[in-house]
């Protein structure tokens, strides 16, 4: 049972424009989320991050929106630039009650692709 | 610099034989863990541990083990009994269960 979801496998978005990454989730005790972005043969790197007590989190062009109602999670690319071009992978915790000794669960990932 | 090394980068291996791949970090964290990544599959747990001398099963554990003698290293064996062993392995720190994760480069193990 999938409880971190990336229901978009790829994602195609020209240079300059906006990209948006979608990201729900099914477990309601997840209080921490994060977004991964990661290239091939290479380890993710962490992108950024939001708690639950928030619903908007920006770093520069990354910006990522928390929607705990209909636990939903996107993340803002703008503008997209030739080396956005990775997977991006979407992660949960239940870190600030306690819980996830197992560390972060992922999602699938996103292969999202910048077009000049 | 600190950091989280993973060695071999690639290793090719027969079927059968047993292999080990190298985790060391310097970045005085005390939980550390071991992915698999495989296309389209995202990023599975095998096996992370929380303290030195202590480990826990992951969602994939079969096939696999693990050990920490150590604060600093995590050293992930492929057996024999794994048995789809091919994929890229991540191994990753965090200072405090739950929080961010530092990975290393990963590990590419090929399995003729």
């Known amino acids: 049972d999938q409880q971190v979801k990336q229901n978009s496998p790829s994602l195609s978005v020209q240079e300059g424009r906006i990209s948006i990454l979608n990201c729900d989730y099914t477990n309601s005790m997840f209080d921490y989320f994060l977004w991964y972005k990661k290239y091939p043969a290479e380890g993710p790197t962490f992108l950024i991050s939001?708690?639950?007590?928030?619903d908007k989190n920006e770093d520069g062009r990354f910006t990522v929106f928390l929607n705990k109602s209909a636990k939903h999670l996107s993340l803002h690319i703008v503008p997209s630039q030739p080396g956005d071009s990775a997977v991006y992978f979407c992660?949960?915790?239940?870190?600030?009650?306690?819980?996830?000794?197992?560390?972060?669960?992922f999602g699938k990932g996103t292969h999202l692709i910048i077009q000049p | 610099d600190g950091g989280i090394t993973q060695s071999p980068k690639y290793l090719f291996r027969k079927e059968g034989q047993n292999v080990t791949l190298s985790c060391e970090q310097n970045l005085n964290h005390d939980a550390m863990y071991w992915y698999r990544q495989d296309p389209g599959q995202g990023l599975r747990l095998i096996y992370y541990?929380?303290?030195?001398?202590?480990?826990q099963k992951g969602d994939i554990a079969e096939g696999y083990s693990v050990s920490r003698e150590k604060k600093e290293s995590f050293p992930l064996t492929v057996t024999s009994a794994q048995k789809n062993p091919t994929a890229f392995y991540l191994c990753a720190s965090s200072i405090r269960p739950a929080g961010e994760l530092f990975f290393g480069e990963g590990s590419r193990l090929t399995v003729l």
């Open positions: 939001i708690s639950s007590i928030k």
């Open positions: 541990s929380q303290i030195v001398n202590d480990f």
């Open positions: 992660a949960a915790s239940s870190m600030y009650s306690g819980g996830g000794a197992d560390g972060l669960t």
